[in-house]
C-alpha cells in the first residue's frame, strides 16, 4: 500500500523558509505557485518551468499548485469572465506540458482566510493563529461599518463586541485590522481597507445562489478542459466555514460540496479536504464527508482546532484539538485501500501539514514567513502526522 505523498508548501525564493530547509524534514513533494503572475494573466510556461527546475534540483517533485487563483470577474459574473477563463485553460495547459497535474484553488470572496488573531500565545509559549467571533464583530460594526450589520448579531453579541472594542487601545484596533486584512497567503501586502471596502460592498449585492451559479460556470467551462489533459481540480473549503461579514459561503458544508462535485461530474472536478477550514464548524461530519466523497479528493490539508466555549476556535497541535484526527486519517486510508482495489484514482494522494505553531527557532524569523507557515511547528505537524498513519496502517494490517 502507498502512503499519503507528504508535501510542503512554499511561496518561492523570498520566503523564508528555503527549499534546502524543506529537505531536510524527508518530504516527497513541494505544493507552490507562480506568485509573481498577475491575477488573471496566464501563467507563462517557462515561469513554470523555471519554478519546476529549481524544485527539481533540490531532489523533490513540484506535486500541486496552490493556487491558480481565480479572477474576481469569474467569481462576481461580469462581463469580461470569460477572457479569463480562457486564461485560465491555457495556464493549465501550460502546467500540464511540465506534468503538474493537481491543481488546488478556492472561490472564496474578499480574503482567503480571516483569523482574527495571528498571534494567539499557547500555554507552552507558542503561538497559533485564532479567530474569535466577538473580535470579528467589533470589526465589522466599528471598523467595516458594514451598513446594517447590527442585523446580523444579537444583542448580546453586540454588546459583548462593543465592551470589547471599547477597551482596545489604538494598538489594539490597529492589530485586530491588520490581523483581518493579511487573509492573502503568498503575500506580506496588507490588503487596503479601501479596497477590502470596495470588494465587500460588490460581494454583499450578489446573492448566494448567483455565486454558485458563477462557481458553476466556471467548472463547466473549466472541467472538461482538465480532463483532457487529465488534470485535477481540487476546490478549497471556505475558511471558516461560515458568513463573515455578512458575505455568504458556497464551499462549506456537505451540501455546498455536493452542489460542487454535481454542477459538473468528472473525475476532475475535485476537493481539497482540509480539515482545519471544514472542521471550524462543529456541524461538519469529517468522516462522512471523506468517505461520501473520497473518490474527489485530490489533494488533503491537514491540521487540528480547539473549539472553545465562546464560539471561537484556535488552531491546536495536529494531534490535539477538538477534530478526531485518528478517524480522519484512518478515512483517507481506507480510500486509498479502495481505490487501490478498483484500480481508479490516485493512490498516493498528496497531503501537506497546514499551517503550524511558530516555536523555537521559529520565534527568530517569525517576520521572514507568513501567517501559518512556520518552518519547525508544520514540521513537527508533519512528523506527528506521518506517526499517526504509520500506527494506523498497522492496525489495519496495512
Not at 265 to 282: D, I, Q, R, V
Not at 289 to 313: A, K, M, P, Y
Request: net charge negative.
Amino acid at each position: 500500500m502507498e502512503y499519503l505523498k507528504k508535501t510542503f508548501r512554499w511561496f518561492g525564493p523570498s520566503f523564508g523558509v528555503a527549499l534546502e530547509d524543506i529537505k531536510q524534514v524527508g518530504v516527497d513533494g513541494i505544493v507552490a505557485a507562480c506568485q509573481e503572475v498577475p491575477l488573471g494573466d496566464v501563467w507563462p510556461i517557462e515561469t513554470i518551468t523555471s519554478l519546476k527546475n529549481e524544485i527539481d534540483s533540490h531532489g523533490m517533485e513540484w506535486s500541486v499548485v496552490e493556487s491558480v487563483n481565480i479572477h474576481t470577474s469569474i467569481k462576481y459574473g461580469l462581463p469580461d469572465r470569460d477572457r479569463y477563463i480562457s486564461n485560465y485553460i491555457q495556464t493549465l495547459k501550460n502546467l500540464a506540458a511540465n506534468d503538474i497535474k493537481v491543481v488546488c484553488y478556492n472561490f472564496m470572496q474578499l480574503i482567503d482566510w480571516t483569523r482574527t488573531n495571528l498571534d494567539f500565545r499557547l500555554p507552552n509559549g507558542a503561538s497559533a493563529l485564532k479567530y474569535d467571533p466577538i473580535a470579528a464583530t467589533a470589526f465589522d460594526l466599528f471598523i467595516l461599518k458594514r451598513e446594517n450589520a447590527e442585523e446580523s448579531y444579537s444583542p448580546e453579541i453586540i454588546e459583548q463586541a462593543t465592551t470589547y472594542f471599547e477597551n482596545l487601545n489604538e494598538e489594539g484596533k490597529d492589530t485586530l485590522e491588520k490581523s483581518i486584512l493579511a487573509g492573502m497567503p503568498g503575500s506580506r501586502k496588507l490588503i487596503s481597507m479601501d479596497e477590502f471596502k470596495r470588494n465587500h460592498a460588490t460581494v454583499l449585492a450578489i446573492s448566494k445562489e448567483k455565486l454558485q451559479d458563477n462557481l458553476a460556470y466556471f467548472l463547466k467551462a473549466i472541467i472538461p478542459e482538465a480532463e483532457k489533459l487529465g488534470v485535477k481540480m481540487a476546490i478549497h473549503p471556505d475558511d471558516p466555514p461560515f458568513s463573515v461579514f455578512g458575505v455568504p459561503r458556497i464551499a462549506s458544508n456537505y451540501e455546498e460540496l455536493k452542489f460542487i462535485l454535481d454542477a459538473c461530474p468528472s473525475p476532475s472536478n475535485g476537493l481539497t479536504f482540509c480539515s482545519g477550514s471544514l472542521g471550524a464548524s462543529k456541524e461538519n461530519d469529517l468522516v462522512k464527508i471523506i468517505e461520501d466523497f473520497g473518490e474527489n479528493i485530490h489533494f488533503v490539508h491537514l491540521r487540528n482546532v480547539q473549539w472553545t466555549e465562546d464560539g471561537s476556535f484556535y488552531e491546536a497541535d495536529h494531534l490535539n484539538g477538538s477534530l478526531p484526527m485518528p478517524k480522519i486519517m484512518k478515512a483517507l486510508i481506507q480510500e486509498q485501500k479502495n481505490r487501490k482495489e478498483s484500480k481508479g484514482g490516485i493512490i498516493n494522494i498528496p497531503m501537506r501539514p497546514d499551517h503550524g505553531h511558530v516555536l523555537l527557532d521559529d520565534k527568530k524569523r517569525q517576520a521572514e514567513f507568513y501567517s501559518g507557515y512556520s518552518m519547525v511547528g508544520r514540521a513537527l505537524g508533519l512528523a506527528q502526522l506521518i506517526g499517526l498513519e504509520k500506527g494506523i496502517r498497522l492496525g489495519m494490517n496495512l
